[in-house]
């Protein structure tokens, strides 16, 4: 019952964002390349993410992220679940630069011990729009895993992926 209720509020959150945000809702998958902190070298990193834009100006950004490598002859998972606020200085425009920062979830296994923890990140890049619907980007990002830990130890990601704009507009009265 209470899992009905749930997924209940769940779908009504979703369709009122939906029409809130019709056609500045956009969704897509990226893949970048990795440099960890400490000895490992750059790893691939793959992921999806959404976003939502409030205005031209200003977008919330949500990512999930996987990659693998070695640390101390140990593997590593990492899987950051993170949320950004990106500015776009230029606004809607065909080359659409922005920069941005946010904090996740950093999940992190190392051989069988979870060393999960709170992090941040700080991003820049270059969004291409060829159509309103599509879009290219390249971004750098600069990541600290473990702010609370270890606030010194960071790594970059550079990369780019491809995003489409999702349109709810679903409307009970006319």
Known sequence: MKSDKRLWCVAILLFTVGNLYSGNVSVGG????YD???EAGPTLMIGVDAGVRFNDYFEGAASIEWTQYKENGKDVTLIPIT???VAHPLG???FDPFFGAGAGYYYKLVGNENQSS???QLKFGLHWKPT???GLDFTVQYRIPDIINKPKEGGWSIGGGASGTVGVNLSLWR
């Open 132 to 134: 309103s619907g599509t």
């Open 36 to 38: 960890p902190p400490g």
């Open 83 to 85: 949320a950004d606020l």
């Open 118 to 120: 709170l992090g941040i």
């Open 92 to 94: 809607i425009s065909l």
């Open 30 to 33: 990226r893949v970048s390349l």
